[in-house]
């Protein structure tokens, strides 16, 4: 099954977006959930993860910016994305994190324009 984010769009440098992906039960109640982003001409790079516990952490890049969360009873994962800047500019996408090769979804596109 593939996971599918949702929520990009284009943006102007300073503002805001949230992005959404909704896993099946199974997948989401009993992993770690991440989030990952690849640029123009640039490998996929993980962004986030969450725990079910609820903890988290971040690459630095988008640490202090970028909030992961989990609603565990919509199976749903989030990434509030704030002050975004030029360089987050990528398609985004959800998996498990680790990441499973299954999981890989079309992504959604998020461009910042400065």
């Known amino acids: 099954v593939q996971l599918q984010a949702s929520g990009g769009g284009l943006v102007q440098a300073g503002g805001s977006l949230r992005l959404s992906c909704a896993a099946p039960?199974?997948?989401?109640?009993?992993?770690?959930m991440g989030w990952y982003r690849q640029a123009p001409g640039k490998q996929r790079e993980w962004v986030a993860h969450?725990?079910?516990?609820?903890?988290?952490n971040y690459a630095d890049s988008v640490k202090g910016r970028f909030t992961i969360s989990r609603d565990n009873a919509k199976n749903t994962v989030y990434l509030e994305m704030n002050s975004l800047k030029p360089e987050d500019t990528a398609v985004y996408y959800c998996n498990t994190s680790p990441p499973r090769n299954l999981y890989w979804g079309q992504g959604t596109l998020v461009t910042v324009s400065s």
């Open positions: 969450i725990v079910v516990d609820g903890s988290t």
């Open positions: 039960g199974r997948i989401f109640s009993n992993n770690r």
